[in-house]
């Protein structure tokens, strides 16, 4: 059993691809300059929530609305434990990590009976909950006036925190891209296309969806927690839905169930908006319209306009533009 | 600290607030039971009302004529909603999408972006106030600002014409049934897809008439609209999706609760009771106080 657990990983391929991926990103450093590396170290970051939120809802179907409060639960986790408790960097940060896979296992047991409205509804409610905590419980987290917390090294400089966040997202993809390609993963995407049928096949839904809650939130608390230690200053704004709504368009556009496509657009859509902060909001104003577009032509965001792209360039592979299930039109 | 007359002031305030609450939860959840998908967006149909009702009042009626500028401002978000509803909600049905939550969840998220952005990009971030000239009304032994009263009061009306709506109309009645089956309404004739149309414009059009009313409390600016989503929502969930007795009684109880845990145990908790009230009734009720038994599949 052990032995077969990941038969199915092109080891060669996947090494080959992350080499390839990840060999411009390490020289990097050799021509960005100091703001430029800040804003890709920045962008790592959504990197990860983007790609843990896509295993959560993309590839499982739950579609949860609390990511960013995971992101903020392992930052303030660990923010708190050193403020209150002088607790060391290696002490506090496992344990904003471990907090937050914690919070994601009790989220993922009250939400495991409903159905998606209900789901949304009520991880969007645990979300606003930490939000709201964390910015009235001002006299233990100081609130807006924002919780300074220590740096990870004592004097580095930018591109030392570039190749952490660096690793920290290559080790969490490849581990993600493990999960996905284990028989976890083909369990999740049961649980996806039909609950009650994969209930049925043997699929230990319960188990499998709670897992993949508490392993996501880990996640999501990982990336925060190194989040906080590098920003140097947290705010509740860390856990606001309008971060969400940000993971949300990374991902759709990227391809909501796609493994590479949300990898692929994460960093980009941060790095373009910290650039174009200073034209106001119109950078949210045109991705909102994109998002719209994408889902009304193309549900399956870049990922699926590129296969289809893939598909009319090599026509010998099969294509399967068809829809899985088609859907008689209703009645006029 | 604690005397009685605190306890009547805080009672009605309560009650005040939780009736204004109520009228935006009513409005995500008739779209609910129409159209069968939330509208995450609502807040910023508050928020285009709000900016038409003050729109109204400052540039061409006056202060005095705001019980005119409302229903103007309700109409106009109608319409708004009718021309978007076949644009973004109606592709989940004619278009055989398979994951309709999720699809709806994506979409209303991104129009609630696009809105909230463009209304930003355009205005700024400023806040406005249109301003309200009604003297100060003693209600009991507690003075209440006059907009406020008069919000009140207006929802009220606005309640009170929603439920003839339903029941005294054919429209109603075409409404009630597709609530109970869209199947169903189909098979009589009914154009459900127009239907669909005419009842997010209804939805949204209840979330306008709120930020009309509320413009002169809580004024004029691109992200009014959030706190009372968020009260929407939680009276949602607390009432039970698709039930509009349960939007009110738990509009009502949110007011109460939120008002008397204001003023006896600790006021920049404020927003938190509601999600605690909340949390709990996920726990112990997850489909609410009224709502529809939660059935899989």
């Given at each position: 059993?052990?032995?077969q657990?990941?038969?199915l ?12 991926l990840?060999a411009p ?15 890709l ?8 929530l ?5 295993l ?12 960013q ?15 209150h ?31 998606a ?22 006299r ?27 690793v ?5 993809v ?6 996905v390609?284990?028989?976890?993963g ?15 096949f ?7 969806k709670?897992?993949v809650?508490?392993l ?7 990336a ?11 705010s509740?704004?860390?856990a ?6 940000k993971?949300i ?6 391809g ?14 941060q ?6 902060e200073?034209?106001?909001e119109?950078?949210m104003?045109?991705?909102?319209v ?8 193309y549900?399956?965001?870049l ?18 533009a068809?829809?899985?299930?088609p859907l ?5 | ?10 009672l ?42 003050y729109?109204?009042v ?12 409302a ?7 109608f ?6 509803e076949p ?33 930003t990009?355009l ?27 008069a ?13 003839l ?8 009645l ?5 609530a109970?089956s ?11 897809l ?15 008439i709120?930020?009309a009313?509320l413009?002169?409390v809580?004024f ?7 706190v ?15 039930s ?5 009684v738990?509009?009502?109880l ?11 145990i600790?006021?920049?908790y ?5 999600f605690?009230?909340v949390?709990?009734i996920?726990?112990?009720?997850p ?5 529809e ?5």
């Open positions: 059993m052990k032995r657990l990941f038969a990983v092109d080891w060669r391929r996947l090494v080959l691809v992350a080499a390839a990840t990103l390490l020289l990097l450093p050799l021509v960005a300059d100091a703001y430029a590396l800040h804003v170290t920045i962008s790592l970051y959504y990197v990860i983007a790609a843990s939120w896509n959560l809802a993309g590839v499982t179907g739950q579609f949860s609305l609390a990511h409060a995971f992101a903020a639960i392992g930052g303030y986790g660990s923010g708190l434990l050193v403020r408790l002088g607790a060391p960097l290696w002490a506090s940060m496992p344990f904003g990590v471990a907090l937050a896979a914690l919070l994601g296992f009790a989220l993922g047991r009250i939400v495991l009976k409903m159905r409205i209900y789901l949304a509804i009520a991880t969007w409610a645990f979300a606003e909950t930490i939000h709201i905590l964390l910015t009235a419980a001002y233990f987290t100081r609130g807006e006036l924002g919780l300074t917390v220590p740096a990870l090294y004592r004097s580095a400089g930018p591109a030392a925190y570039y190749y952490t966040f660096l920290l997202a290559l080790v969490s490849l581990a993600m891209y493990l999960v390609r284990s028989p976890m083909f369990f999740m995407c049961a649980i996806k296309d039909d609950e009650l049928r994969a209930q049925s043997g699929v230990d839904t319960v188990r499998v709670t897992a809650f508490t996501t939130s880990a996640f999501a608390g990982l925060g927690a190194f989040y906080a230690h590098y920003t140097l200053v947290l509740p704004q860390m606001d839905f309008s971060e969400m709504a993971l368009i990374m991902v759709v556009v990227g909501l169930g796609s493994f590479a496509g949300p990898l692929i657009t994460a960093a980009p859509i790095i373009l908006t910290t650039y174009l200073k034209y106001g119109w950078d104003v045109i991705y909102a994109l998002v719209i577009a994408l889902m009304r032509s549900p399956g965001g990922a699926a306009l590129a296969g289809e792209l893939r598909g009319r360039l090599a026509p010998s592979r099969p294509r399967h068809a829809p899985k299930h008689p039109d209703p009645p006029p | 600290m604690f005397s009685s007359e605190l306890l009547a002031q805080t009605i305030a309560g009650v005040m607030i939780g009736v204004i609450y109520a009228l935006m939860a009513l409005g995500i959840t008739f779209i609910y039971s129409i159209v069968k998908m939330i509208n995450w967006a609502m807040g910023e149909f508050y928020m285009i009302g709000s900016f038409v009702q729109a109204l400052v540039y061409l009626l006056g202060p005095d004529l705001w019980w005119v500028a229903p103007l401002s309700a109409a106009t978000v319409l708004l909603g009718m021309v978007i644009i973004l909600i109606k592709p989940m049905f004619t278009q055989g999408i398979e994951r309709r939550d999720d699809y709806a969840t994506v979409v209303t998220i991104a129009l609630l972006l696009l809105l909230r952005n463009l209304a990009a205005g700024g971030p400023y806040q406005r106030n249109p301003g309200s000239d009604l003297p100060t009304v003693m209600i009991g032994p507690l003075p209440e600002s006059g907009a406020r009263f919000a009140f009061l207006c929802t009220l009306l606005a309640l009170a014409l929603f439920y709506l339903l029941k005294r109309t054919w429209l109603g075409a409404l009630r049934a597709a109970q869209r199947i169903g309404v189909e098979t009589a004739g009914i154009d459900i127009r239907l669909d149309q005419v009842a997010f414009g209804i939805g949204v059009a209840l979330a306008a709120a930020g009313l413009a002169p809580f004029v600016f691109p992200t009014n609209g959030v009372t989503t968020v009260k929407g929502f939680e009276i949602i969930v607390i009432g039970g999706l698709g509009i007795p349960g939007a009110l738990a509009g009502i949110l007011g109460v609760v939120e008002s008397l845990g204001t003023a006896f600790s006021s920049p404020q927003n938190a009771y509601g605690l009230l949390l709990l996920l726990l112990i009720r489909s609410g106080l009224f709502g038994r939660v059935r899989q599949a």
